[in-house]
């Protein structure tokens, strides 16, 4: 088309918006000037198709080619809002299947969002070694790397229940262990985490015990048995354990005050966050004359879990 329109006339300018077009010269009678029209129209259409970037010049008139839209930038996009979350005390088990299949749930779907992720002990009812295959601890495992792998940095502190969750555990999830107490900035405001139960003062037995059991020697003494000798113990554990907490009054079950207050004037914070007493709440007090707050994280039930989710705006409990 370009060809033959190029040979019968010469195009000495063009316009071509509206409804004016090249202004065409040269011999030729009505058919011929109406056939250029459309060869000119046709030429500037297929060429408005082309991705080029630049304006293009067909012998001697120019064709607007527009230019595409930029790329979106990526720093153009609002950011994701950040969410940190908390969940404590879910006391995992072999029995516990329905705690289970919704913390994998939880896993999969709510925890994702999330930044971070901050567990505060008691994952597990009981942990007598990262060599332990006892269904579901694999499963477990195998979940929280995957959330690890896309992109969600978990958190983990021991509780009394799991306080043998160690360094093999978290390398093969690509999970954080982190210390008795941790202070992470919150948004702006230093949080101090723990599990809870070193607040727990008034349990004396339970204290004594605690200090023996996170020394090197008798963690070494016990990880050291053969795994079906401790599956054993566990239990034997657990059994006491439990007969243990029925002869203790709530209140000794809970955490001193004075304890806390003490604890968090020496991290230099005015928030905290821990589970382990099973009694969700917020409790607001003064700590030398300034405003503190304690955030007590629920158990997992049967029924029911909560997570305490936390962005910019504030925070909220979650069902989980
Ligand atoms: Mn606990």
């Known amino acids: 088309m370009l060809h033959s329109l190029r040979n019968e006339h010469e195009i000495t300018s063009t316009t071509l918006e509206g409804g004016s077009a090249a202004r065409l010269t040269g011999v030729g009678g009505r058919e011929s000037r109406r056939q250029a029209y459309t060869d000119v129209f046709t030429a500037s259409c297929q060429a408005s198709h082309r991705t080029a970037a ?34 404590s005390d879910l006391h995992l088990s072999l029995e516990k299947t329905e705690i289970t299949k ?69 390398d093969e999830t690509a999970v954080n262990l982190l210390g008795d107490y941790a202070v992470i900035d919150l948004f702006g405001t230093p949080t101090l985490l723990t599990h809870g139960d070193l607040l727990c003062t008034d349990d004396l037995p339970y204290q004594a015990f605690r200090e023996k059991a996170h020394t090197p020697e008798w963690q070494q ?15 034997w554990y657990r059994l006491r354990s439990h007969f243990h907490k029925r002869g203790k009054t709530q ?33 607001e007090f003064e700590i030398d004359g300034q405003k503190a ?20 705006q504030g925070h909220r409990l979650e069902a989980i």
């Not at 809002?81 to 908390?86: A, K, L, S, V």
């Not at 930044?115 to 009981?126: H, P, Q």
């Open 54 to 87: 630049k304006p293009t010049t067909y012998r001697g008139y120019f064709v607007h080619i527009p230019t595409p839209p930029p790329p979106i930038q990526r720093a153009s996009l609002l950011p994701m809002p950040r969410e940190i979350q908390f969940i």
């Open 221 to 235: 003494n016990v990880l050291s048995k053969p795994l079906w000798l401790r599956l054993i113990a566990a239990r």
């Open 293 to 312: 707050k304690r955030f007590v994280l629920p158990d997992w039930k049967k029924g029911s879990a909560q997570a305490l989710c936390w962005t910019k």
């Open 102 to 170: 919704r913390f994998l749930s939880y896993l999969e779907r709510q925890a994702p969002r999330a930044e971070a992720v901050y567990i505060l002990g008691d994952l597990f009812d009981a942990w007598i070694g990262d060599d332990d295959p006892t269904p579901p601890n694999g499963k477990i495992r195998k979940q929280l790397k995957q959330l690890t792998s896309s992109g969600t940095q978990v958190y983990l502190q021991q509780g009394n229940r799991d306080f043998l969750l160690g360094q093999r555990f978290c």
């Open 251 to 283: 209140d000794i079950m809970d955490v001193n005050q004075q304890t806390v207050i003490e604890i968090m004037r020496e991290h230099g914070v005015l928030q905290l966050i821990h589970g382990h007493t099973h009694r969700p709440a917020i409790h």
